[in-house]
């Protein structure tokens, strides 16, 4: 994982913390099965990794499975950035 990469993830997992601040959630945590999403905050998910990291998210990858854990959007972020 590239320094890059980690400071994506980073900034993903603590803008999910923001919401849940008592909760500790892992890279790899389906934050969907957790329960803590609804369809709000989907959104909200979109709107923060288009904004933050300056990317569109394309309709084909409005997929749940590209946002279940910080680790599938920090992969999304990669292929975004990278196209």
């Given amino acids: 994982m590239t320094l890059a990469t980690t400071d994506a993830r980073d ?3 603590s803008f ?3 919401r849940y601040p ?3 959630i ?3 945590q389906d934050i969907f099965q957790l329960g803590f999403v609804n369809s ?3 959104m909200e998910l979109v709107m923060f990794v288009e904004k933050t990291f300056g990317v569109t998210v394309p309709n084909d990858e409005l ?3 590209n946002f279940r854990t910080a680790e599938k959007m920090t992969e ?3 292929r975004l950035t990278a196209a």
């Fill in 11 to 13: 900034q993903i997992l």
């Fill in 76 to 78: 999304l972020v990669g």
């Fill in 16 to 18: 999910i913390k923001g």
């Fill in 63 to 65: 997929r749940i499975d």
């Fill in 26 to 28: 892992e890279p790899d």
């Fill in 22 to 24: 008592q909760v500790e």
């Fill in 40 to 42: 709000l905050f989907a």
